[in-house]
């Protein structure tokens, strides 16, 4: 029998994170213009986002608990940003979404990659973590177009607002590789960062395909034994 204990997280939380991480997406697309609440609330979804990524991991308790710490402070932060909205407060809080986001996507990455069974959440998670990825790399263009605000450009012209909107959209078109013209990195840090969401978006379905082509052959062979 299953242990009570966090049982729709251990069983269903990778699909939860899935359903919430669209959900941000969707928002962030129609954020032009959004007033702060709206704002507040697709950090809000980050949040979400982090907690449910951690509680489906297979961290120990300890450590699920040092996850769920750090995402509580990074609430707090997105809050304030809504009182201290200074250039310098918002490099900040992006560049600490980003670096949290990337602890997160690890631990997603070790539970995914555990043991030789794929399932069916495993599979799940392994579509959040794409996507997460992009919403990683949104956060750092936005750190760096903050920093330098002829960083990216939208029409040929710098982007001078719905900031989070467009490199949202510019980070997944590039994750994809399908890069449709309209908003380009023109900078040397802009364009080192698109490189490397390029390289990874080739990489990880390649390698996730090999993991899962790699679970089968090994079920199927422990099938054949029995």
């Known amino acids: 029998m299953p242990s009570k204990n966090l049982f729709w997280v251990k ?61 509580a402070i990074l609430l707090l932060l997105a809050i304030a940003l809504t009182v201290f909205s200074s250039r310098t407060f918002q490099v900040v809080y992006l560049l600490a979404t980003a670096v949290y986001l990337i602890s997160v996507l690890i631990v997603i990455f070790a539970t995914i990659f555990d043991g030789n069974q794929m399932t069916t959440n495993k599979i799940i998670g392994g579509v959040a973590a794409y996507l997460l990825l992009a919403q990683m790399w949104t956060a750092l263009y936005m750190a760096v177009d903050l920093i330098n605000p002829n960083s990216f450009l939208l029409g040929g012209k710098p982007i001078v607002e719905d900031a989070m909107e467009h490199l949202s959209y510019f980070s997944f078109i590039t994750l994809s590789t399908t890069g449709y013209g309209d908003v380009t990195a023109i900078e040397p840090l802009a364009r080192t960062l698109v490189i490397f969401e390029t390289l990874i978006g080739q990489l990880f379905p390649a390698i996730f395909i090999a993991k899962l082509v790699n679970s089968h052959k090994g079920h199927s062979k422990y099938q054949n034994v029995d």
């Open 11 to 71: 069983e269903y939380g990778f699909i939860w994170l899935l359903v919430i991480v669209v959900a941000v997406i969707a928002a962030t697309q129609f954020s032009s213009g959004a007033s702060t609440v709206h704002v507040l609330l697709i950090r809000t979804g980050f949040y979400f986002i982090m907690i449910i990524g951690i509680a489906a991991s297979t961290l120990s308790l300890t450590l699920k608990r040092v996850g769920y710490g750090m995402a």
